[in-house]
């Protein structure tokens, strides 16, 4: 199976802030690359598909991009509504990955 | 509105296998893959495999092969996860997911209300 590596597990930002969040695939997935946001007792939301397509309804702060099989999720100005865990998942393949994951904590 | 309930928490010892069932309502069940997802205490989102109900085909993650077993009765729009050989690391809730409407290897975000099962001696 095809390994993601996600980083970094844990951020810590203020309101306000620009953060990103990195995925690193084990071998070329070329697009094929998801983004979720995950709440307590929530089901997993899907944010950005295809690396850099935003879904419908997810604000413009959030973007997706790649280079290689390096992809990155960005959030330009941080609202409360963001602080959540965070996960990307490769679809490349039959098989499906998640990365390990990143918990965006307030400072 | 799409609902999918899973079956009640399992207590298992080491060695045994569980069963959970996913009883899918509101949409067409033989149109969207069903995956199965877990999550162990303190971790992240660990994906197990998927099952087509239409067809019956299945996929599992390379880590859970020969252990994992997804089935589907069209007849009560179930499907069903059964773990052999379980140990204490596969403690864990299990939730059952629709897969998405653009692509059925994507999550959609109709999931099961998750299954508690605890492997312990």
Redesign the interface.
């Given at each position: 199976d095809i390994q993601m590596t996600q980083s970094p597990s844990t951020l810590s930002a203020s309101v306000g802030d620009r953060v990103t969040i990195t995925c690193r695939a084990s071998q070329s997935i070329s697009r094929w690359l998801a983004w979720y946001q995950h709440k307590p007792g929530k089901a997993p939301k899907l944010l950005i598909s295809a690396a850099s397509t935003l879904e419908s309804g997810v604000p413009s702060r959030f973007s997706g991009s790649v280079s290689g099989t390096e992809f990155t999720l960005a959030i330009s100005s941080l609202q409360p509504d963001d602080f959540a865990t965070y996960y990307c998942q490769q679809y490349s393949s039959y098989s499906v990955t998640f990365g390990q994951g990143t918990k965006l904590e307030i400072k | 509105q799409v609902q999918l309930v899973q079956s009640g928490a399992e207590v298992k010892k080491p060695g045994a296998s569980v069963r959970v069932s996913c009883k899918a309502s509101g949409y067409t069940f033989t149109g969207s893959y069903m995956?199965w997802?877990r999550q162990a205490p303190g971790q992240?989102?660990?994906?197990m495999g998927?099952i087509n109900p239409a067809s019956g085909a299945t996929?599992?993650?390379?880590?859970f092969q020969g252990r994992v077993t997804l089935t589907r009765d069209i007849s009560v729009s179930t499907v069903y996860m059964e773990l052999a050989r379980m140990m204490s690391d596969d403690t864990a809730v299990y939730y059952c997911?629709r897969g998405?409407r653009?692509?059925q290897?994507?999550?959609?975000?109709?999931?099961g209300q998750g299954t508690r099962v605890t492997v312990s001696s």
């Open positions: - | 995956h997802v992240g989102l660990e994906w998927w996929n599992y993650a390379q880590s997911a998405n653009q692509d290897l994507l999550f959609s975000d109709s999931w």
